[in-house]
T-cell receptor, first 113, second 112 residues
Framework: DGGITQSPKYLFRKEGQNVTLSCEQN?????MYWYRQDPGQGLRLIYY???????QKGDIAEGYSVSREKKESFPLTVTSAQKNPTAFYLC????????????FGQGTRLTVV | RKEVEQDPGPFNVPEGATVAFNCTYS??????FFWYRQDCRKEPKLLMS???SGNEDGRFTAQLNRASQYISLLIRDSKLSDSATYLC?????????????FGTGTRLLVSP
């Protein structure tokens, strides 16, 4: 069954710690994205990647880092520099960076304690 | 002003009602348009793409007016299972890639 898998579903982090969110897809999609969703706000783009070993900052990249070593994988690290990391994080993929729809993973809910 | 604007609702309707959601976008370079559905604490899922000629999928009808930069979604014969947040999404070119811009969503509550 093709799809996008994010893990873990829930994550708790102490202030000052880095944490990495996993995103894997077996849809053979070239483009992958990370979004953040806060209550009452639309999804905001953190990073995106068009192809392996290439990625670009989105609208709110500060305090985050990514890698794209494999086509299937696009992990997101939330660093201690991110001032307000508690949020719902969504990974998505699309066939390419063209005008096509994106498909989402089930999300990771990160809480800083 | 937000690039994609939606009425946040909530829209409270009885089962069987017809309900319409509107969405406006500000960037005339927008090239494709979608409605996504998001259930509480879940990921968004594509409901339907929106084409200039208008398109229908069962009880759902989407319309696009490029001149007015306006998108709509009509749901007929509402079901309890239609209760969700509906996200208007616009895809526009942004320095080399097509960027998806999401509205904040319109919440629908269908009651028995």
């Amino acid at each position: 069954d093709g799809g996008i898998t994010q893990s873990p579903k829930y994550l708790f982090r102490k202030e000052g710690q880095n944490v990495t969110l996993s995103c894997e897809q077996n849809l053979n999609h070239d483009a992958m994205y990370w979004y953040r969703q806060d209550p009452g706000q639309g999804l905001r783009l953190i990073y995106y990647s068009q192809i392996v070993n290439d990625f670009q900052k989105g609208d709110i990249a500060e305090g985050y880092s990514v890698s794209r070593e494999k086509k299937e994988s696009f992990p997101l690290t939330v660093t201690s520099a991110q001032k307000n990391p508690t949020a719902f994080y969504l990974c998505a993929s699309s066939i390419d960076l063209g005008p096509t729809e994106a498909f989402f993973g089930q999300g990771t809910r990160l809480t800083v304690v | 002003r937000k690039e994609v604007e939606q009425d946040p609702g909530p829209f409270n309707v009885p089962e069987g009602a017809t309900v319409a959601f509107n969405c406006t976008y500000s960037n005339s370079a927008s090239q494709s348009f979608f409605w996504y559905r998001q259930d509480c604490r879940k990921e968004p899922k594509l409901l339907m793409s929106v084409y200039s000629s208008g398109n229908e999928d069962g009880r759902f009808t989407a319309q696009l007016n490029r001149a007015s930069q306006y998108i709509s979604l009509l749901i007929r014969d509402s079901k309890l299972s239609d209760s969700a947040t509906y996200l208007c999404v616009v895809n526009r070119r942004n320095t080399g890639f097509q960027k998806l811009v999401f509205g904040t969503g319109t919440r629908l509550l269908v009651s028995p």
